[in-house]
């Protein structure tokens, strides 16, 4: 068999593996996306969502799944694409609308020179990151009101909600992460995210195996935050040395304890008070308590509380003797 014959049987096997990882992969964002709208009531009946597309992976991911999960959701809601033109050099302005023109879906493309404001206000060499996104946090708000959007959807992922918590911990002195939903300061908009169960690593191969037309990030010319690049790495070591990790820190923000902290905002702690009417049950995790109820403590001395072993239902448990030292 000729070279060339292989080469095209070997091509044809790696599409057919390549669809079906696709295949896994949708089915497994589309139920990932799934649970979190349904578990933080993202999308209601009647919705009008407006997704953020910056034409990044994530974003593009998300729109592709809610637009899935739109014709199979048990309520109906709208989406509208909406992109924001900051003026970055560089930045190709035919992709996104060729490519929401294709999917046949409303879309607004907004053109707001941000990136001048950013240079002119961040000295050179400092990252620009924070500022331009809240001015592009601000337009899109903004806009979001003239076209009477109930609901913002974000492509943040579960990533980056728990690079985010780590980043807040280690430099900013809080335990705060990303919502999965989250109402303005001003209470006028909704945020949603969608993508907030979703792993990165499958997105990034879900995209790629989508060929969506991904525009780089890094136009304006800005170093990523090297705080965020710095915990991204350390949770990748994490991924690597101890599988399952990830997965058990995000599990763990969604089961805090405010009682078992020492948040003073979250918790009453200065009106804890004993209950002097409470019935005596021990802590919890005790096994084979005592029957302290029985017990001579009227001197000073060594109780041997083995001694007070709980007997079988019904049976008075002895008097613990005291031993003067």
């Known amino acids: 068999m000729s070279d060339v014959v292989m080469s095209e049987i070997q091509q044809d096997e790696l599409s057919k593996k390549q669809i079906t990882r696709l295949n896994k992969l949708q089915k497994r964002l589309r139920r990932e996306v799934g649970s979190a709208i349904a578990?933080?009531?993202?999308?209601?009946?009647?919705?009008?969502?407006?997704?953020?597309?910056?034409?990044?992976k994530d974003s593009y991911a998300m729109l592709d799944i809610l637009i899935n999960l739109q014709q199979r959701a048990p309520v109906s809601f709208e989406i509208v694409?909406?992109?924001?033109?900051?003026k970055q050099p560089g930045f190709p302005e035919h992709v996104l609308p060729q490519y929401l023109e294709s999917l046949g879906i409303?879309?607004?493309?907004?053109?707001?020179?941000?990136?001048?404001?950013?240079?002119?206000?961040?000295p050179e060499g400092k990252t620009t990151c924070s500022l331009c996104s809240r001015?592009?946090?601000?337009?899109?708000?903004?806009?979001?009101?003239?076209?009477g959007a109930t609901k913002i959807a974000l492509g943040h992922h579960r990533d980056d909600i728990i690079e985010t918590l780590f980043l807040n911990m280690f430099y900013g002195g809080k335990m705060k992460a990303m919502p999965p939903k989250l109402l303005s300061d001003d209470g006028a908009n909704v945020v949603i995210r969608p993508l907030a169960y979703c792993r990165e690593k499958d997105i990034e191969e879900y995209a790629a195996l989508k060929g969506f037309p991904i525009i780089p990030c890094n136009?304006?010319?800005?170093?990523?935050?090297?705080?965020?690049?710095?915990?991204?790495?350390?949770?990748?070591?994490?991924?690597r040395q101890y599988p399952g990790r990830i997965e058990t820190i995000f599990t763990a923000m969604q089961n805090t304890?405010?009682?078992q902290g020492v948040d003073r905002e979250q918790f009453d702690f200065v009106s804890l008070k004993q209950d002097p009417n409470a019935e005596f049950r021990g802590d919890v995790a005790e096994a084979n308590l005592p029957a302290f109820d029985f017990m001579d403590v009227s001197n000073s001395g060594h109780i041997d509380l083995d001694k007070a072993a709980v007997k079988p239902l019904g049976e008075r448990i002895d008097i613990v003797s005291t031993f003067m030292p």
Not at 81 to 86: G, I, K, S, T, Y
Not at 225 to 230: C, D, E, F, Q, Y
Request: aromatic share 8%.
């Open 39 to 56: 578990d933080y009531n993202m999308i209601e009946e009647g919705d009008r969502v407006m997704c953020c597309l910056s034409g990044g």
């Open 219 to 239: 136009l304006c010319g800005s170093q990523e935050n090297l705080k965020r690049a710095a915990i991204k790495d350390m949770l990748k070591q994490w991924d």
């Open 257 to 259: 304890a405010p009682s």
């Open 106 to 122: 409303p879309f607004h493309i907004l053109e707001k020179d941000t990136y001048s404001i950013v240079k002119d206000k961040i």
């Open 81 to 86: 694409a909406v992109n924001l033109d900051q």
């Open 135 to 147: 001015l592009r946090r601000g337009t899109l708000y903004g806009f979001a009101q003239r076209i």
